[in-house]
């Protein structure tokens, strides 16, 4: 907006000056400028003014009298008028023809004089005989307050308006200069000419003028409120302003690749002394609260063992047998691998097939919504979405085939109330069901169902308005009406380790079995995994195994074998050609009071130095707790440790290994 917004009045004058036109004039004859104009047929027109005589008035307003008055000879009595009489202005004698100032009627129309040669209630100027003044800006309007002449005279007709008029002595009339130039008007005719009795009123500008002040400051008030929200935080910062706080001050930098893949630690850093670190853990780790605890700790970048605590006796690991699970499936299967679920053609008529390939991730949410408990899975909606597209005629019967997995759905060493109706640790080892088996799909603790396999053969079956048809075998050949896979193998590992899911363990069991072309039963997958890491070149003295999850109290490990492993994955790149394949392993351990079943430890003083450092696989069984994983030192190195505990209470064990780790953290130990 333009900083000076002041309206100008407009005007159709290009030179307010009095001077006189050019042309003869004869002698002795003095010239009148005054204002006049108009209104005719309701527009503002040039007029013809006749002659004045004194008994016909004056067309002006009064007079502003000077000190001297040009010498004004009589004006003959016009022929027609086509403006009422007025009262004559009666002239005085003066020695030296003058120019009268006049006060037009209405000055804010068009020929209206320039207001600023007026002070305000002040005697006008008067300006030099025979000179011309300086050319002067467009008029303003007044004030109120205007130069009254001491003589008044009667007002004109309201059909009149000021315009500077030269009249000549000759009765000759003509416009001043500063509005129309200089031309002689042809002699007027005998007959007058119409004019309308009653002229249209003339326009308002104060009104104008006010409705334009108005508006100007209703958009000056409207824009300087844009500006104040536009600068508050808030809205600067939803807006994305240039001056909002959270503005970029810099460049945009440019998108940087992402990957889940885990670097090797820092090698560069000084690692912790085994006196040091001995003199470190000996309050913690001599807590009765670990009741009888073996460990070690092992310097990730050398191998080196650090500390070392009775680390070559089996003891009962609980879930941290998972880790020798997940390892073995890691380094001998390919990181890509999906399990599928399929519904085939049945031999009948209207009769289709459920064959499950163990995936116990399939999830029953809707379509769009991801598993909060296994990220990327399958959904039984696409596979039933298929099958509608691809089913000819009506479905009429959906049957189940379970022969993937065979033995047992239960092991060796677990507690009957682990696999009861209605638990929330473990249901039965079947080759397929919806959301591990869970009757919530987003509740991790939510209750087991007595046959997941079963039960999502009856929600296929109400998706597809057919009735659930018993167990069967597919043929081999039968024609696939729909199909879904699970995550790739790494994720599929990363979402066990997490949750510590029990039944995901015992099927990666089962899976690395078929793999390895064993039998798909909790022997066979017990068995294949311990070969596998064999044959990988680890120690597995001490070790025995009876299923995946390790809720069997039968299972013993030692706890040098969790920290070897453990100490292959996290090995600076290049070292160990195992690393490559056992870094996901790594990635699915919990956070130290940040996911998984660490997410609500690491909250007393005594530990929380921990928090966010430590990562780990826990166990708990009765009288068993145990944590295997690697922490950050002070000084940037990483650590890995296994520590295994008997004959602990649940509680008192598990907060007396988080002060070991944390402890762990804190050292620098030299």
């Known amino acids: 907006m333009p900083e000076n917004d002041a309206p100008r009045w407009p005007s159709d004058d290009k030179d307010t000056s009095s001077a006189e036109p050019k ?45 001297e008055e040009p010498d004004i000879p009589e004006i003959p009595t016009p022929k027609w008028s086509a403006f009422e009489p007025v009262t004559p202005v009666e002239p005085e004698q003066r020695e030296e023809p003058k120019t ?53 005279a009667p007002v004109p007709s309201a059909t009149m308006h000021a315009r500077p008029v030269r009249i000549e002595p000759a009765e000759e009339r003509f416009d001043s200069e500063s509005t129309v130039g200089i031309q002689r008007p042809e002699p007027p005719s005998k007959e007058p000419p119409a004019v309308e009795s009653e002229a249209a009123p003339a326009p308002k500008p104060k009104r104008k003028r006010k409705a334009l002040l108005i508006t100007t400051l209703v958009v000056v008030l409207l824009l300087a409120g844009m500006g104040g929200a536009a600068a508050m935080p808030k809205v600067s910062n939803r ?41 470190a853990l000996a309050g913690p780790a001599g807590s009765p609260d670990l009741g009888t605890l073996t460990g070690t700790v092992v310097d990730a970048a050398s191998g080196e063992v650090l500390w070392d605590k009775n680390s070559g006796t089996p003891l009962t690991p609980a879930s941290t047998t998972k880790i020798l699970v997940v390892a073995a499936a890691l380094l001998s299967m390919d990181h890509g691998t999906q399990f599928s679920t399929k519904i085939v053609q049945g031999a009948d008529p209207g009769t289709v097939i459920l064959v499950a390939g163990g995936d116990p991730s399939l999830t029953s949410l809707p379509l769009g919504t991801d598993s909060p408990l296994y990220p990327g899975a399958a959904h039984v909606d696409d596979l039933v979405a298929q099958v509608k597209k691809a089913a000819v005629g009506k479905i009429s019967k959906v049957q189940l085939d379970i022969s993937l997995f065979k033995g047992p759905t239960s092991a060796k060493g ?89 039944l995901m363990a015992d099927v990666l069991a089962r899976q690395l079995a078929l793999a390895k072309g064993a039998e798909a039963s909790f022997t066979g997958g017990a068995t294949t995994t311990m070969d596998v890491l064999k044959q990988a070149g680890f120690d597995l003295t001490g070790v025995q195994i009876n299923d995946g999850s390790g809720l069997s109290d039968q299972n013993r490990i030692p706890a040098k074998v969790l920290s070897e492993i453990l100490a292959v994955a996290a090995a600076p790149d290049g070292k160990d050609p195992r690393t490559a394949k056992l870094r996901p392993l790594l990635a699915g351990l919990p956070v130290a009071g940040g996911s998984g079943t660490l997410e609500k430890r690491y909250g007393d003083p005594a530990s929380a130095a921990g928090r966010g450092w430590v990562r780990g696989k826990t166990g708990t069984l009765s009288g068993v707790n145990t944590l295997a994983g690697v922490v950050l030192d002070t000084d940037g190195r990483m650590l890995v440790f296994a520590l295994m505990s008997s004959g602990s209470d649940q509680n008192k064990g598990r907060a007396a290994l988080d002060v070991v780790a944390a402890t762990l953290h804190k050292c620098g130990c030299r």
């Open 414 to 502: 677990w507690d009957p109330e682990d696999t009861a109706a209605g638990n929330t640790y473990m249901a039965p080892v079947l080759p397929v069901m919806a959301d591990g088996g869970r009757s919530d799909p987003k509740n991790d603790h939510a209750a087991r169902v007595a046959n997941p396999a079963a039960a999502l053969t009856q929600k296929i079956a109400g998706k597809l308005e057919a009735q659930a048809g018993g167990t069967t075998t597919a043929p081999k050949d039968a024609k696939v009406l729909g199909e879904v896979k699970s995550q790739p193998l790494a994720e599929f590992a990363n979402s066990l380790m997490q949750l510590s899911d029990n």
């Open 100 to 152: 009268l100032f006049v006060n037009p009627v209405q000055p804010q129309h068009h020929g209206e004089p320039d207001w600023d040669q007026f002070d305000r209630g002040a005697e006008p100027s008067r300006p030099e005989p025979k000179q011309e003044p300086p050319r002067q800006e467009p008029p303003r309007r007044p004030e109120q307050s205007r130069v009254e002449p001491p003589t008044p």
């Open 23 to 67: 042309g003869a004039k004869g002698e002795g004859e003095t010239t009148i400028w005054l204002p006049m104009t108009g209104m005719a047929n309701g527009k503002t027109e040039e007029l013809s003014v006749p002659k004045v005589t004194p008994e016909s008035g004056s067309w002006f307003d009064p007079v502003v009298e000077v000190e």
């Open 239 to 279: 807006l994305g302003l240039p001056w909002a706080p959270n503005a970029p001050k810099g460049e945009i930098p440019k998108p940087a690749g992402i990957t889940r893949i885990l670097h090797g630690p820092d090698i560069n850093g000084a690692g912790p002394t085994k006196e040091g670190l001995a003199a």
